[in-house]
């Protein structure tokens, strides 16, 4: 009898296309698409990422708020707002607020009104959001269903996740040992990441696979640089499209994180991450039923796990 793990590997192949027609992308993958390839300055950026962060409140701020929201000048908006193609802030802003009120239930600012009695309740509203809107981007699961497909015939591939991003590292690590004969996690910096980047290459490893949640580390940067830097691929799972880190990837799964407690909270890039595993374990299912088959063996044999 197989294992649960082993059914859903054989009922849950991802199907390649849109699967609704119609489906609209959440407004952050929209605004991505509006600012991206624009060679925006770090200032800009900032301003960029502030709206993709904050668009339903950013959306109806004046330049001036906006301007003390972000830390710049309001000459600085008015540039960003030219630079990403529009005549000025009043016609970006009015972009930005028939985003924001397309995505709320209703499509109006009455239904912005949030019906919470606490924050930890809010907390969950926000990841619920962020949830929405990964389930908008995969619509089309097909850079999904390839960016799986090569991570699965990266032998070695490399998981890479410093400081808060290791939790998420350890996890797709563990996962993806079930069904992939050489996966390397990496956890630490330094020269300790260096080798092990340099050293996978060196034994045939095509991609890395990193993780970079906020706040986004400059050692996790520097270990992307190396990795390209020594031929591998980048896939790169963080929260914004837009910053150094995507501008170094060869590939950016941008999702947003929950920040309205003290410490983040990962929801959407925890889905996202078990979404590219499905991705590989559907890349080569004979490897991935001989593996797991095997893995149930041992786990039988040496009582792994409790009997519920």
Excluded: C
């Amino acid at each position: 009898m197989p294992s649960p793990q082993q059914a859903r590997a054989q009922a849950s192949a991802i199907t390649s296309g849109k699967t609704v027609p119609e489906a609209e992308a959440a407004p952050t993958s929209r605004l991505r698409e509006v600012f991206d390839g624009h060679g925006l300055s770090p200032g800009q950026r900032r301003i960029a990422q502030y709206l993709i962060e904050h668009i339903t409140e950013a959306a109806f701020l004046s330049i001036t708020d906006l301007a003390e929201r972000v830390g710049v000048s309001q000459p600085s908006v008015t540039r960003f707002a030219a630079a990403v193609g529009f005549s000025g802030y009043p016609a970006l802003r009015e972009r930005l607020q028939s985003m924001a009120l397309a995505a709320l239930p209703g499509g109006g600012p009455g239904a912005a009104e949030e019906l919470r009695s606490n924050e930890l309740q809010a907390a969950v509203d926000a990841e619920i959001a962020n949830l929405e809107n990964l389930r908008r981007d995969f619509a089309d699961p097909d850079r999904v269903i390839r960016v799986g497909r090569e991570l699965s015939r990266s032998t070695p591939l490399t998981v890479l996740g410093l400081r808060i991003s290791v939790s998420l590292a350890e996890y797709f690590a563990y996962a993806a040992r079930r069904i992939h004969p050489d996966v390397r996690l990496v956890t630490r910096g330094g020269s300790v990441a260096y080798d092990a980047l340099l050293q996978s290459r060196e034994a045939g490893g095509t991609w890395l696979l990193a993780f970079g949640m906020p706040r986004h580390a400059q050692e996790t940067l520097t270990a992307i640089r190396v990795a390209r830097g020594a031929g591998l691929r980048v896939a790169l799972v963080t929260d914004l499209a837009l910053g150094p880190l995507a501008d170094e990837a060869d590939v950016t799964f941008a999702t947003g994180t929950g920040s309205r407690l003290v410490f983040d909270s990962y929801a959407a890039p925890g889905v996202l991450s078990a979404a590219l595993l499905q991705a590989m374990t559907d890349a080569d299912p004979e490897r991935t039923q001989a593996r797991l088959e095997e893995y149930e063996q041992v786990a039988e044999q040496h009582q792994f796990f409790l009997k519920d």
